[in-house]
């Protein structure tokens, strides 16, 4: 049996995961928003192996080790910047996610902690980034059944409500 929860709050906290996953910008050395708060938790090492990784094009993913973090890997992932839509985004938003779960799945990690990924400086709309969110992840979680628990912390009272309707 599969789960999908909500949580408010900062994702680099997050203990009960196995990985957390990274909105990550192309170059993988680190950013602002969620990507920065990762970053700083994990500590030096984290920048330095991501350096090795020579970074990641929009919506695949990467792994990583959690470092200073009370997980044991980051999988960072890129999602698109939002353009209006008609651009790829939402294939590419869903790809980000999907691809997370496959290399969560690839890498025996059951439980997985994701932020809201392009939903904030990157611009995506909350209920389309909601929607794309949840569908792609059942459905991800679906095709990897070894993958049963995906958490995601929101932010803040908007993101959080977004994900909960999308939820039903």
């Known amino acids: 049996m599969t789960s999908i929860t909500f949580h408010r709050g900062d994702i680099t906290t997050e203990s009960g995961a196995d990985a957390i996953v990274n909105a990550a910008n192309s170059s993988l050395l680190g950013g602002g928003g969620v990507d920065g708060a990762i970053h700083r938790a994990a500590g030096p ?18 792994i990583t080790g959690g470092y200073r973090l009370p997980v044991r890997h980051v999988i960072h992932t890129v999602g698109p910047v939002w353009h209006g839509g008609d651009r790829g985004e939402p294939g590419l ?3 980000a996610y999907r691809n997370s779960v496959a290399l969560a799945a690839a890498h ?31 459905a991800a979680m ?22 909960e309707a999308e939820l039903g």
């Not at 090492?45 to 990467?62: F, I, K, M, S």
């Not at 990690?109 to 939903?119: E, G, K, L, W």
């Open 45 to 62: 090492e984290l920048l330095a192996e991501c350096r090795t990784l020579g970074g990641c094009p929009t919506g695949e993913a990467r």
């Open 93 to 95: 938003l869903a790809s």
């Open 108 to 138: 025996d990690c059951a439980r997985v902690a994701f932020p809201a990924i392009s939903c904030g400086v990157y611009g995506y709309p909350l209920d389309l980034g909601a929607r794309v969110a949840v569908e792609t992840v059942r």
């Open 142 to 163: 679906a095709d990897h059944p070894t993958v049963v628990e995906a958490r995601f912390w929101l932010f803040d009272d908007a993101t959080y409500a977004a994900f």
